[in-house]
């Protein structure tokens, strides 16, 4: 079975926030729950949010950053008579030319913070789209058609029936929710990459403000507490983060995130004395099912899975897939945090000079909240 020409993969990678700098919005909104939910389902929908409680603080990272906001949202629609409010917009004129569109977002009603979520009412094998939540998102495009992105479900994805032949049988989240210890660990490797004149501001950005200070970070305890995509807006922080080079700056994150995982004593015995033993392939499956054991003790349920082709490739598939739950529209591939894991357990096995591995199929394109990576033998 040949998993290459349905590939949504873009090979090379290119700037996986592209969109988000193209595309930025400033929302100024005093209730903080409901800039918070929209902060992340902008997030999620490939924009760029700048989010703060009043024009002051609009002004100020205006001076600061010198961003250009291609909609200003409001959640104080009186905010717009105000003298800083004018002195503000007239500066932006000034600054760009032409006016910035305005538009209330005090009558947005929110589910949550999500787009693309597990609902096992509606699907037991895709993930669905939030149709409040996508309601909201469909008024910004009537103001900025460009920002919009299909919601539909891509034609024949891999993750469905090719891979049911295969026996994978493709299955959503019960729980919609993640252990806290390793959401801990993504939150303090975030917070070692990321600036401190940053972080405040991008946190508060992408949904996740209230994280902003570490007493506020969950325990790192194995109790299953973290909605999953807070995983995913995390991860557009931390490309926020570095903008001149945020695929490597997501590498860099994703080296410490899961270092863990990939430097547990048993597993690192298992990688480094199985090759001597048992030859590649029986080594490649030891590796992906101490894997998969340690993807599913994160989630608390089967959500990773493996099986070996007739060809001898390994295809990998992550359902419900933690660093892609709820993004949609990306022009390419996002899990890059996966990516570096795979390379790295490689590494640790040995295998580099055997195996060569890529996503094939991510979410973040697919829309069915799987993604899946292809291990293919290497010419000798």
């Known amino acids: 079975m040949n998993f290459a020409a349905k590939s949504t993969a873009a090979g090379i990678p290119g700037n996986p926030i592209a969109k988000a700098q193209e595309h930025t919005l400033l929302l100024i909104d005093t209730d903080e729950m409901r800039a918070q939910n929209l902060a992340s389902v902008l997030t999620l929908a490939g924009l760029r949010a700048i989010v703060v409680p009043n024009t002051y603080q609009a002004f100020e990272r205006f001076l600061q950053q010198r961003f250009k906001p291609e909609l200003i949202l409001l959640g104080q629609p009186e905010e717009r008579s105000t003298q800083l409010f004018a002195r503000f917009f007239q500066r932006l004129i000034q600054e760009f030319q032409q006016e910035t569109p305005i538009l209330s977002s005090a009558n947005f009603q929110l589910a949550d913070g999500n787009l693309l979520l597990a609902d096992t009412f509606a699907s037991t094998s895709v993930h669905v789209v939030s149709q409040r939540n996508s309601e909201v998102l469909k008024k910004i495009w009537r103001v900025l058609p460009s920002t919009q992105i299909s919601l539909k479900l891509i034609e024949n994805p891999i993750v469905l029936e090719p891979l049911s032949r295969l026996g994978l049988l493709p299955r959503v ?5 993640s252990i806290a210890s390793h959401f801990h660990d993504q939150l303090k490797a975030a917070r070692r990459i990321i600036l401190d004149s940053q972080w405040d501001n991008l946190m508060t950005d992408v949904g996740l403000a209230q994280f902003r200070k570490e007493e506020n970070w969950p325990a790192a305890t194995e109790q299953y507490i973290i909605p999953p995509e807070y995983t995913t807006c995390l991860n557009r922080a931390v490309m926020f983060s570095n903008p001149e080079q945020p695929a490597q700056q997501a590498y860099t994150w994703a080296n410490q995130v899961d270092a863990d995982i990939l430097q ?7 990688l480094q004395q199985a090759p001597k033993v048992i030859g590649k392939d029986l080594t ?22 493996w099986k070996r082709l007739e060809d001898g490739s390994f295809i990998f598939v992550f359902y419900s897939n933690l660093f892609a739950y709820g993004f949609m529209g ?15 357990m490689l590494e640790l096995g040995k295998q580099q000079k055997y195996w060569h591995v890529r996503e094939i199929e991510c979410s973040s394109q697919s829309h069915t909240g799987h993604c899946a990576f292809l291990f293919t033998p290497r010419s000798a």
């Not at 989240?173 to 929710?177: A, G, P, R, W, Y």
């Open 330 to 344: 990306a022009e390419q591939p996002t899990c890059y945090v996966w990516q570096a894991s795979f390379d790295k």
């Open 264 to 270: 547990r004593v048993a597993l690192i015995f298992l």
């Open 173 to 177: 989240t019960q729980k919609k929710l």
């Open 284 to 305: 490649m499956r030891t590796m992906l099912n101490a894997f998969v054991n340690e993807i599913n003790s994160v989630r608390g349920e089967k959500l990773a899975d």
